[in-house]
């Protein structure tokens, strides 16, 4: 009588509910990621084109031009 009213509904328990997530940090993270990675790549591509032509000039005292080129 003196507790709670009697039209109050009883509290339902909650059901198990995913936590929220931050699209926003996912996002960027993701993109960093993903961008790095492009960055990476392209570097990586950059520096592994073939050497086609060696240029030898200058002096050498004990190795001659065909060595060097035989080497490379």
Do not use: C, H, Y
Not at 20 to 44: K, P, Q
């Amino acid at each position: 009588m003196f507790g709670r009213p009697r039209n109050r509904r009883r509290p339902t328990e909650r059901a198990l509910k995913a936590p929220a997530t931050n699209w926003r940090a996912v996002g960027l993270t993701l993109g960093t990621v993903v961008g790095v990675a492009a960055l990476a790549s392209a570097v990586s591509w950059a520096f592994d084109q073939p050497i086609e032509t060696v240029a030898v000039t200058g002096r050498f005292q004990r190795v001659a031009p065909v060595d060097v080129e035989r080497a490379v």
